[in-house]
């Protein structure tokens, strides 16, 4: 596949198939707050499940990984990008992608100030949102689940993440910024309500 990174590729015919399908499948989530990532892949997911009078957000700590040289480059074809990961897998998550690109624990800090920004994490009082949708992408999402679960930023290859799976999580909102595991699985890497797409394409 092709590493799109923080590169701002719009969503093709398929891309907005998938986002159609997933808005179709959250419809009935009372949500009150649909955030994003600001590129267009991500905005675009969430215009198609804004539910009815939902708050809308963008932060740009939710933005995809910053792949450094890499981006735009096909990841099979690239032994910086086999060797990377290995590494990551190996403890070492704070080595970041060659040409300025980021680390696993840079996406992780952004990410959870991004969390925090948007209620959801060191609140004091009541958080402002029981029910929030927040559309990002398949590597940060890999970084920021590893982390709210309490994996290990080691293992985040171990999670997949299809184009517009949906993934469910339970956030202790009260919880410190740096807490160790605030969140709990629900369900990861759901794709059910794209099988009709997919068979399509």
């Known amino acids: 596949h092709q590493i799109q990174g923080s590169v701002d590729i719009p969503l093709n015919a398929a891309g907005e198939a998938q986002a159609a399908a997933v808005g179709a499948a959250l419809a009935s989530v009372p949500a009150t707050l649909v955030a994003s990532s600001p590129l267009t892949r991500a905005a675009r997911t969430a ?43 190996q403890g ?26 948007l209620g959801l994490l060191g609140q004091d009082g009541a958080a ?20 709210l679960l309490g994996r290990g930023l080691e293992r985040c290859g171990e999670i ?16 410190p910024v740096d807490a160790a595991a605030p969140a709990t699985e629900v369900v990861l890497d759901y794709r059910e309500h794209l099988a009709a797409v997919d068979a399509e394409l």
């Not at 450094?68 to 990841?75: D, F, S, Y």
């Not at 402002?128 to 982390?147: A, D, E």
């Not at 997949?160 to 919880?175: E, F, K, M, P, T």
Request: hydrophobic content about 40%; charged content about 20%; proline content about 3%.
């Open 92 to 117: 070492d998550v704070d080595r970041a992608w060659p040409g300025g690109g980021e680390s696993p624990r840079a996406v992780e800090t952004r990410g959870r100030a991004a969390l925090e920004a």
């Open 160 to 175: 997949q993440q299809g184009n517009c799976c949906i993934n469910v999580v339970d956030i202790d909102a009260s919880a």
């Open 128 to 147: 402002p949102h029981s029910h929030v949708v927040i559309v990002c992408h398949g590597r940060f999402n890999k970084i920021l689940l590893s982390s």
């Open 47 to 89: 215009a198609a499940v804004v539910a009815q009078g939902a708050d809308r957000a963008t932060h740009d700590g939710l933005k995809e990984m910053h792949f450094g040289a890499l981006e735009g480059a096909v990841a099979a074809e690239s032994d910086v990008y086999t060797e990377t990961n290995a590494a990551w897998a």
